[in-house]
């Protein structure tokens, strides 16, 4: 579920992640496993600035062994 306004993005989900800086291989986070319950809150779409396009993304969840 997500909410998205005046450029922000809130939202659960359960979905999996793929974040860090490689294009074949992420360092965080891979989309192989499942995914797990967690919030996120960042910017709707990149922020244009003089130096380039930006994006933040903050992420609170907890993965568990089962």
């Given at each position: 579920m997500r909410l998205t306004a005046l450029g922000a993005t809130l939202?659960?989900?359960t979905a999996?992640?793929?974040l860090g800086p490689g294009l074949h291989d992420a360092l965080i986070l891979t989309n192989e496993?499942?995914?797990f319950p967690h919030l996120f809150l960042g910017t709707a779409?990149?922020?244009e600035t003089?130096?380039?396009r930006f994006e933040a993304l903050l992420v609170w969840?907890?993965?568990s062994r089962t």
């Open positions: 939202g659960v989900s999996n992640l793929w496993a499942d995914g779409a990149p922020v003089p130096i380039g969840g907890a993965a």
